[in-house]
């Protein structure tokens, strides 16, 4: 039976795996070592259905066929020519792409087996087997190397970061893509060496604080650990840094600095970077844009007086919110006890009206003047927006304060509505005509779709 590439490349994958053969892929050799009689028939039979001219040399060195193959000759060595394509290059095995990934000085378009789904770097285009397209590579930028300090007996640090720099976001399908796989395992380490202050052995990266950091990088796939999300995360960060050649070097520094400040210590970074990657890129961005203001250093200390001001808002916001909740339970314990005396006491029904008209003034009262705080908040956000936050970009600003600022308003505007139902009921308790039952004069004066569009329009002020 004839196989397909995808399975000749899954097939001889799972016997690397398993450490059963020696695999080497070239441009345009495939050679197979240590193969078995059964693993060489296999191998030679599979290879041969592509149309790709085949040899076998035995233990002794010499070159023998599948007829001859002979238990007492083993191990042997299997070669394949793998023919010119059209365009660009092919990739059996994904060893061989692992290895032309970290290794190859040019690019251009691939063709994996393992690839289900296309994707692009800065430096090549990967396609599934038989699949192509017109691919330029990304610009040059600065060189990690020129930023990054090496203590290694071996150069760990990439020369070029376009290889692993995407040119599109990640989705779950595309991440559970093999071929892809393989190139986020190799992809993880080499991006954050790349944004490290120093690299020391392998599996250590060194960011500048203060307080200073250091992070492990362990042998095992970190990627799996990191997630799509946090995949994401790095990429980002790492693009930001190298987008530029001219502020590769400032931007470089303060996201390193920014990462050594906020990664929480004693948690492994692929737990860490997903939590912290966006506020991590946030922060580095804010600075680099403070720093280009022409603000002088008073304004360096800015991005902490922003984050302070939002911090504080919501913390008001939320006071507001709970003085308003007391205020409700006041109301709602008066008003029951209003219902109450009015069916079983002899009071004069003037009192007990009056009592109602002050307890709802003063729910209004608080229900209103937290709605004013909101209000003057959002005007002085948008005066400072305009004349001292000007350079920061829209949407780092609507990341950074609006969106926080709305969600911490919002459970106040909940709160807020049941507030005003429950006054506007106290209000007609007070003028009802305590000759008849409160039901029917809430009927007659049709009150649960007033109170509903009511709170709807409170809502949505």
Same mark, same amino acid.
């Given at each position: 039976m004839v196989l397909s590439p995808n399975a000749v490349g899954a097939l001889i994958d799972d016997w690397e795996a398993q450490r059963n053969v020696s695999v080497v892929e070239a441009n345009h050799a495939l050679t197979l070592a240590r193969l078995d009689v059964t693993r060489a028939r296999q191998a030679t039979e599979a290879l041969r259905g592509l149309g790709w001219p085949v040899g076998i040399v035995d233990a002794a060195q010499q070159p023998t066929d599948?007829?001859?193959?002979?238990?007492?000759?083993?191990?042997?060595?299997?070669?394949?020519?793998?023919?010119?394509?059209?365009?660009?290059?092919?990739?059996?095995?994904?060893?061989?792409?692992?290895?032309?990934?970290?290794?190859?000085?040019? /690019? +251009?378009?691939?063709?994996? *087996? $393992?690839?289900?789904?296309?994707? !692009?770097?800065?430096?090549?285009?990967?396609?599934?087997? /038989? +699949?192509?397209?017109?691919? *330029? $590579?990304?610009?040059?930028?600065? !060189?990690?190397?020129?930023?990054?300090?090496?203590?290694?007996?071996?150069?760990?640090?990439?020369?070029?970061?376009?290889?692993?720099?995407?040119r599109s976001p990640v989705n779950d399908q595309l991440w559970n893509d093999k071929a892809f796989a393989s190139f986020a395992a190799q992809a993880v380490p080499a991006l954050l060496r790349s944004i490290a202050a120093e690299v020391v052995g392998r599996r250590t990266a060194v960011f500048i604080g203060p307080p200073n950091l250091s992070i492990d990088l362990p042998d095992q796939d970190l990627s799996r650990d990191l997630g799509s999300s946090g995949f994401g995360e790095l990429q980002a960060m790492v693009g930001w840094v190298y987008e530029e050649k001219a502020a590769a070097e400032q931007r470089h520094a303060l996201i390193g600095a920014e990462l050594a400040r906020s990664f929480p210590r004693g948690v492994p970074i692929g737990k860490a970077l997903p939590i912290i990657g966006r506020d991590v890129l946030n922060g580095a961005r804010l600075a680099y844009q403070l720093s280009q203001s022409d603000l002088g250093r008073q304004a360096l200390s800015a991005q902490g007086d922003l984050r302070k001001m939002i911090a504080e808002d919501a913390s008001k916001a939320a006071d507001s919110t709970r003085a308003l909740v007391t205020a409700i339970s006041v109301s709602l314990a008066t008003g029951i006890g209003l219902v109450a005396a009015r069916s079983t006491s002899t009071t004069a029904p003037w009192i007990l009206s009056s009592v109602a008209l002050v307890v709802a003034a003063y729910l209004l009262s608080v229900t209103v003047s937290g709605w004013l705080y909101l209000k003057l908040q959002r005007s002085l956000r948008e005066q400072w927006r305009h004349k001292?936050?000007?350079?920061?970009?829209?949407?780092?600003?609507?990341?950074m304060v609006l969106t926080p600022a709305k969600q911490a308003e919002f459970p106040y505007y909940v709160v807020a509505s049941v507030g005003i139902l429950v006054a506007i009921v106290l209000i007609l308790v007070a003028v009802s005509n305590y000759d008849e039952p409160l039901s029917?004069?809430?009927?007659?004066?049709?009150?649960?779709?007033?109170?509903?569009?009511?709170?709807?329009?409170?809502?949505t002020c």
């Open positions: 599948l007829e001859q193959l002979d238990p007492d000759l083993e191990p042997f060595i299997v070669t394949a020519e793998k023919p010119d394509p059209a365009a660009g290059l092919r990739f059996l095995t994904q060893s061989g792409f692992v290895k032309a990934l970290v290794e190859r000085e040019d /690019g +251009g378009v691939w063709q994996v *087996a $393992a690839s289900e789904l296309a994707f !692009s770097t800065g430096f090549a285009s990967i396609h599934p087997w /038989g +699949g192509g397209d017109v691919f *330029a $590579a990304a610009s040059e930028t600065k !060189s990690p190397l020129d930023l990054v300090r090496e203590a290694a007996e071996s150069r760990v640090v990439p020369g070029d970061i376009r290889r692993w720099l995407l001292i936050y000007r350079f920061i970009s829209d949407v780092d600003y609507r990341e029917k004069v809430l009927h007659q004066l049709e009150l649960w779709p007033r109170l509903i569009r009511t709170a709807g329009a409170w809502v």
